[in-house]
């Protein structure tokens, strides 16, 4: 595909329940993050994983959020017993370094947005 | 702590005339310095970087950034805003320490362009 999608685009969720949100992300890409943005706050990275191993490296907040990547280009975060703060937006964001520039890029998707009711 | 802050939440200005959005910064190393740009419904678009070098960064329609290490500050400009710049601004900052590699975002500016 020509860049990361997200699904799905919009998710509302009862307080308690699980949801998972899904990210494809470039193919060739190592390395991919879950950010939570909440207007007026920015945005706090959750989680990111390696396409060397299945690995979630969490960051704030941590225990109800996990990410799964059962392919390389496809990641799954799954927030656990959802709370009404975790109404946001989700992107996912995949991550490559251009070796012809030295730098290391993010490109983002579009974004989920979760409703906790 | 690596932070940022966008000291705006929102900046006016008229068409045709320069804007700034502010960006203030703390790594602690060297910073890689970021502009993404947000239009309803999309996607962050990447408007420019600051990684080395001249201090004064060009990117994508028309818009410049320059580092300022001494205020710590990367504010965003234009010389000429058009109303299709209306949008939602985010700064992030890389600390080059960070093995993660991954982005500290403001909290985001919206800027209004008035015809």
New interface residues.
């Given amino acids: 595909g020509a860049g990361?999608s997200q699904s799905p685009?919009y998710k509302v969720a009862k307080r308690g329940r699980d949801v998972a949100l899904r990210c494809d992300s470039i193919s060739g890409h190592v390395?991919l993050?879950w950010?939570r943005?909440t207007?007026?706050?920015?945005?706090?990275?959750l989680t990111?994983s390696q396409s060397d191993a299945q690995r979630d490296?969490s960051?704030r907040p941590s225990g109800r959020f996990s990410a799964e990547r059962p392919e390389k280009s496809v990641s799954t975060l799954k927030i656990q017993r959802t709370e009404q703060g975790d109404s946001a937006v989700y992107?996912c964001?995949s991550?490559t370094r251009i070796r012809s520039r030295?730098?290391?890029?993010?490109?983002?998707?579009?974004?989920t947005r979760l409703t906790v009711t | 702590a690596q932070s940022v802050a966008q000291p705006e939440d929102q900046v006016n200005v008229a068409e045709g005339n320069p804007l700034t959005v502010k960006c203030t910064y703390s790594v602690s190393g060297n910073p890689y310095l970021f502009w993404y740009v947000q239009y309803p419904n999309r996607g962050l678009q990447f408007l420019l970087k600051y990684i080395t070098g001249d201090n004064l960064v060009k990117g994508s329609y028309g818009f410049e950034a320059e580092f300022n290490k001494s205020q710590t500050s990367f504010h965003l400009k234009k010389p000429s805003a058009l109303v299709s710049d209306s949008a939602l601004y985010f700064c992030a900052v890389r600390d080059e320490m960070d093995s993660s590699y991954k982005l500290i975002f403001g909290s985001g500016t919206r800027l209004l362009v008035r015809p």
């Fill in positions: 990361v685009r390395t993050y950010y943005q207007l007026g706050q920015g945005s706090e990275v990111y490296k960051g992107l964001a991550a030295g730098s290391y890029e993010q490109y983002f998707g579009p974004g």
